[in-house]
């Protein structure tokens, strides 16, 4: 099973993640630029009537299409709660313990009901026993300290918050353009 390919901008940005059969028909259609990485697929069609000889693109990892990609409509990444609790690496910000996701939940730091928003800065994982605490009110109000400051990830971070099968050049090159973080 091929997985996806990591899909950039003819400057080198990334954009999205592909399917191989998208890869393929970009391919097809002369719009790759370039390629980078290491990974490398063979992907085989079925036989030419006239010729007999069987089709087949070999595909890289990772490739820069010319087209008219857009990387965010909306210039912010969709914040779903996969995502939260991978960039908050399944951590109740409140408590600091790991949780699995089946025991986390999103909390709102300014309450939804108080007007707050649910965008990225407004929003962290929790523990279930620490947003039933925290009830419906700010972490200062509830005499909670938040360990980390929420933050909305680049598209590089969200790519690979976005993907659970990432190959190491993918990983590496995207890692480039991530933040740096503090060593643990």
């Known amino acids: 099973?091929?997985?996806?390919?990591?899909k950039l901008?003819?400057?080198?940005?990334?954009?999205?993640?592909?399917?191989?059969?998208?890869?393929?028909?970009?391919?097809a259609r002369h719009r790759v630029c370039w390629e980078t990485g290491q990974e490398r697929?063979?992907?085989?069609?079925g036989l030419n009537s006239a010729t007999g000889e069987r089709s087949q693109f070999e595909i890289g990892s990772i490739i820069a299409v010319a087209d008219r990609s857009r990387r965010f409509t909306r210039g912010v990444p969709l914040l779903t709660n996969r995502t939260l609790f991978q960039r908050d690496r399944n951590l109740c910000l409140y408590c600091g313990k790991q949780y699995s996701t089946s025991q986390l939940t999103r909390d709102h730091?300014?309450?939804?009901?108080?007007?707050?928003?649910?965008?990225?800065?407004n929003c962290v994982t929790a523990c279930r026993h620490c947003n039933q605490r925290k009830d419906d009110r700010t972490p200062e109000e509830a005499n909670m300290k938040l360990l980390a400051v929420p933050y909305t990830?680049?598209?590089?971070?969200?790519?690979?918050?976005?993907?659970?099968r990432i190959l190491a050049d993918q990983m590496d090159f995207l890692q480039a353009f991530s933040r740096k973080t503090a060593a643990a």
């Open 41 to 45: 697929f063979v992907v085989r069609g």
């Open 109 to 121: 730091i300014h309450p939804v009901s108080r007007g707050g928003l649910t965008v990225w800065e």
């Open 9 to 27: 901008d003819t400057g080198g940005l990334p954009v999205a993640w592909i399917t191989w059969k998208t890869a393929v028909t970009l391919y």
């Open 153 to 164: 990830p680049n598209l590089a971070e969200y790519l690979i918050l976005s993907n659970r």
């Open 1 to 6: 099973m091929i997985p996806s390919i990591l």
